[in-house]
């Protein structure tokens, strides 16, 4: 049965990163929706697909507690660097392309060399990544499915695969991130999934018409 606390339960940090570090699929929340989060390992990462049926083609997104996290995975092109300027900490999530001596699976970005990097705007996701690093996250639902923004939805949707959930209650958002293409060279930066920021603001800041 899987294991339901508090967010402020004085121990859900620690209990958190004992289960991510035993290789487990938790349920945490962020400022968006609910997250599944593993460490971003092979056996981990297969574990978080297979709990949400998930093409492996689709990438896995890594949460991160600091933009010096993403300075040593990732190349910060200067329209990322205005993006994280304007929107960081919230709901952007930035694709980048990795750095050639990241040791971190292709899985993540979907067999690609990139990686989609964002700093919540949630105390819960940066407690984490600053205590174990970056953390491999995608939202709390099947494939194809709404997302869950409370903690009964992610049970009833993936309880059996989930090692423990973290209840925060309702989301303060409850739409996914904007997921924003700022690999290098051409073309300009590209709005994939309009979310919790507006695909206006996001051309407005990078001076696209």
């Known amino acids: 049965m899987t294991r339901v606390i508090a ?18 699929v938790i349920a945490i929340p962020t400022e968006t929706v609910y997250g599944l989060a593993v460490l971003p390992l092979p056996e981990p990462l297969e574990r978080l697909l297979a709990a949400k049926r998930r093409a492996e083609d689709k990438g896995i997104q890594l949460l991160v507690d600091s933009i010096e996290q993403v300075r040593g995975l990732a190349l910060l092109t200067p329209s990322a660097k205005l ?17 050639a001596d990241v040791d971190l699976p292709l899985l993540l970005g979907g067999g690609r060399p990139t990686l989609g990097v964002r700093l919540p705007d949630h105390p819960v996701p940066r407690r984490l990544a600053a205590l174990l690093g970056p953390l491999a996250a995608s939202s709390a639902n099947l494939s194809g499915q ?64």
């Not at 994280?84 to 990795?98: E, K, Q, S």
């Open 83 to 99: 993006l994280t300027d304007a929107f960081w900490p919230g709901g952007l999530t930035l694709i980048l392309d990795r750095l």
């Open 146 to 209: 709404p997302p869950a923004t409370d903690a009964e939805r992610v049970v009833a949707g993936l309880g059996d695969d989930l090692a423990l959930v973290l209840d925060d209650g309702e989301v303060r958002g409850g739409v996914p991130s904007t997921v924003v293409d700022c690999t290098a060279g051409p073309p300009p930066p590209r709005v994939l999934r309009e979310g919790a920021i507006a695909a206006s603001a996001i051309f407005r800041v990078v001076g696209q018409d």
């Open 7 to 24: 967010a402020t339960d004085p121990d859900a940090i620690h209990l958190a990163a004992d289960a991510l570090r035993s290789g487990a």
